[in-house]
């Protein structure tokens, strides 16, 4: 816990230092941040160090200790204060009471017990007052970043008055590098960050603000006459260390975007729109990125080129399907290209996904097991594209060797295969309706999907329906049942039985897992 920092008010040198030495404040969790002998420096002070706690002495000549308490109170640049009287003043001192001092003090019965025992009950006061605060301070940044407009005094509560003292804005927003969800069970939920940025004293840091989850908002203040140049210099700076933090807490790379000499306030929630949508992009430009958005153009000058992901996507399809593994390769690295030029992340996903089913099908026939059940907890390669490219190629590679062991997968065993995965979500689909389907019959098909694939046609349309269900279970907006009928199950028991079964868990139990 933070110590309380306090500032001695008193006309009198010998009396703060008679204060100061009466109690070892470092023990009890307090800090003597500053001192006065005049009212009017007190108040200064009290904008520059923004006490939790003031003692002042009651009496002194110019401004009292009534007047000097309420104006501090008024500007609130102190959350505590505690006037020191003697028995003359007691009237006075009750009045002091009324304007929202904390409590008064009898100078000659103020011994080191008293005074720790006062101090031990105050603790507890401010600590119970710093949350309060705390919690309406991280509400007030939430919805200032969200862009609601902050008045004078939300904006003082927000950067506990700090803001006051810049006419200019640094904005720094970090990113932890997740691997892209390539694979249907893949996510991009972060890591378990602190909620709380971890040093919050940092000169000029205004706020730090963990924003929706997986990203932090700092947000300093700077003044203009440092010049252009020293703003960017030591924003800079700040970035290198604050990138470098969340690389421990982490334990990822972190990618940041950042803006500097933003002249208002409300500037800060359009930059930060800005920022999260280029840092969206970061899988096309790859882990540790940094993104400069004073020397970004304009949206107009930057317009994506245009991509017809679909057909990309139907080549790559089409050539697995013939098992031109070298030319699949080629087209993929193809498509990754214009993507990247598209700038379109979720045509890129679907890419993957159809990519990933494609390879599935062509596994199934080789005698492999998908992708999902394949893959290594890990996929640290999978946040840039040349490290999702790699993959892919390198799954492609294995397709030959494991061909070789096994008979060439019929056309009909292929047109099953494909059947399956387009009409999985179907109640009725079948052995006996795929064979129709594809004009052979169904002893047929058994005998020839058996020895080719390994799998049963049951089987396989139930490895491609819990495939499914369990994207849809990894994104939370169905309900079991729901799922169930997504799926291709009329019952939800019966869904729920098959799951198990294959998963070694109930769907509510693989929900509560990935939580």
């Not at 992708?371 to 594209?385: F, G, P, Y």
Request: hydrophobic share 40%.
């Amino acid at each position: 816990m933070n110590p309380v920092k306090v500032m001695l008010v008193d006309d009198e040198v010998l009396a703060i230092e008679h204060m100061r030495g009466l109690i070892s404040w470092q023990s009890l969790g307090y800090e003597i941040a500053c001192t006065a002998t005049r009212p009017a420096e007190a108040l200064r002070l009290a904008r520059e160090h923004r006490p939790e706690l003031v003692i002042a002495d009651i009496v002194m000549p110019g401004m009292d200790g009534l007047a000097l308490s309420k104006a501090l109170l008024e500007e609130g640049t102190a959350l505590k204060i505690v006037l020191l009287t003697s028995y003359k003043e007691f009237e006075y001192a009750k009045e002091a009471l009324k304007l929202g001092v904390a409590n008064y003090w009898v100078k000659h019965e103020m011994d080191a017990e008293t005074v720790k025992r006062e101090l031990g009950g105050l603790r507890e006061e401010i600590e119970g007052e710093r949350r309060a605060r705390k919690h309406d301070r991280g509400r007030l940044l939430v919805d200032w970043l969200g862009g609601r407009t902050l008045t004078d005094e939300q904006w003082r509560t927000a950067t506990v008055g700090g803001g006051e003292r810049y006419d200019r804005l640094q904005l720094l927003v970090l990113q932890p590098d997740r691997p892209f969800p390539v694979l249907p069970a893949a996510t991009r939920t972060a890591d378990e960050l602190p909620a709380e940025w971890p040093v919050d004293e940092e000169e000029g840091l205004l706020a730090a603000v963990r924003f929706l989850g997986g990203h932090y908002v700092l947000v300093y203040g700077d003044n203009a006459v440092r010049g252009e140049g020293k703003m960017r210099e030591e924003l800079e700076r700040k970035t290198a260390e604050a990138v470098r933090t969340l690389e421990k807490l982490a334990r990822s790379t972190v990618s940041a975007a950042l803006a500097y000499g933003l002249a208002s306030r409300t500037d800060v929630p359009r930059r930060l729109g800005e920022a999260m949508k280029l840092l969206e992009l970061a899988i096309f430009l790859g882990p540790r990125c940094l993104l400069r958005l004073n020397d970004v153009r304009r949206e107009e000058d930057t317009a994506a080129s245009p991509w017809a992901r679909e057909d990309d996507a139907a080549a790559v399809r089409g050539l697995l399907a013939e098992r031109k593994i070298k030319e699949a390769a080629e087209a993929l690295a193809a498509a990754f290209e214009r993507a990247a030029e598209a700038r379109d992340v979720d045509g890129f996903a679907d890419l993957c996904r159809q990519t990933v089913a494609a390879l599935n099908r062509s596994r199934a026939q080789a005698g492999l097991p998908s992708l999902s059940e394949a893959r290594e907890e890990e996929q640290a390669e999978w946040t840039s594209l040349e490290g999702i490219l790699a993959w892919f190629q390198a799954e492609l590679d294995r397709l030959p060797a494991a061909d070789a062991d096994r008979p060439a997968a019929s056309r009909k065993v292929r047109q099953a295969l494909d059947y399956l995965e387009m009409n999985y979500a179907d109640p009725d689909v079948d052995a006996d309706a795929v064979a129709r389907e594809i004009g052979i019959s169904r002893d047929h098909l058994r005998h020839v999907f058996k020895e080719e694939t390994g799998k049963t046609v049951l089987d396989r349309l139930t490895d491609i329906r819990m495939e499914r269900a369990k994207r849809l279970l990894d994104e939370g907006a169905l309900k079991v049942y729901e799922i169930a009928e997504r799926v291709g199950y009329r019952n939800g028991q019966y869904f729920s039985q098959v799951f198990r079964k294959t998963m070694g868990m109930t769907p509510l139990d693989y929900m509560e897992k990935r939580r």
